[in-house]
């Protein structure tokens, strides 16, 4: 019986927002500042073409990836995505050219890999698979961590409670909504995380979006 399903909750992000807004002043706080939850996945792609997408993007500029992936594209313009096959069958001086380093060539070439000998399952077999269990499997892949597979599961299966306790924006919008001094460490953020669940994917949309205070210039002597 699969876990979760990419298709909408009914009530999903409202009753989100209103749980963590009940968790004490401060969230309350935030969730009127920020506003509604505005979350969206994209469920459409599978799982092979989600992972590279997200190695494109990896310490890149959104502009910067964006790029990147329509030159990709541009390798198999007859096709939506190009299939595992087409990408290790492209030549890796046209892949190196769309603007991915050598090390990533080597990662989405070996998610390709993975994808044709059943690693990477499909979208329908992802389905059945829980949040862990994927992790474990994806992160075995050379080049793919446990935040590169959070956002798969954020983003793609639209999983409802993931916490990427090592994202710096988490971290750091959490330091901003209790007024920290310095950002907690993953660790810290994942155990403070446990009392956001079931909703911890819109708790992250909402430290990430955390307001930053107005930055003021130095006074001139």
Known sequence: MP?????????????????????????????????????????AREPFEALVRAVAYQQLHVKAGDAIIARLLALAPELAFPTPQRLLDAD?????????????????????????????????????LGDEELIDRLTTLKGIGRWTVEMFLIYTLA????????????????????SLDAAPS?????????????????????LWRMPRPARTDATRG
């Open 3 to 43: 876990l979760k399903t990419r298709k909408p909750s009914a009530m999903p992000h409202a009753a989100a927002s209103a749980f963590l807004s009940s968790i004490d002043a401060d969230w309350a706080r935030a969730v009127e500042q920020i506003g509604p939850c505005l979350h969206e996945a994209k469920p």
């Open 92 to 128: 890796f001086d046209a892949v190196r050219a769309c603007g991915f380093s050598a090390r990533k060539i080597e990662t989405i070439r070996g998610i390709a890999e993975a994808t044709l000998n059943g690693v990477v399952p499909s979208c329908d077999d992802a389905l059945a």
């Open 159 to 178: 999983r409802d409670d993931i916490l990427p306790a090592d994202d710096f924006g988490v971290r750091e919008g959490y330091r901003l909504l209790k």
């Open 186 to 206: 993953a660790k810290a953020i994942a155990a403070i995380g446990t009392a956001w669940s079931p909703y911890r994917t819109a708790a992250s949309w909402y």
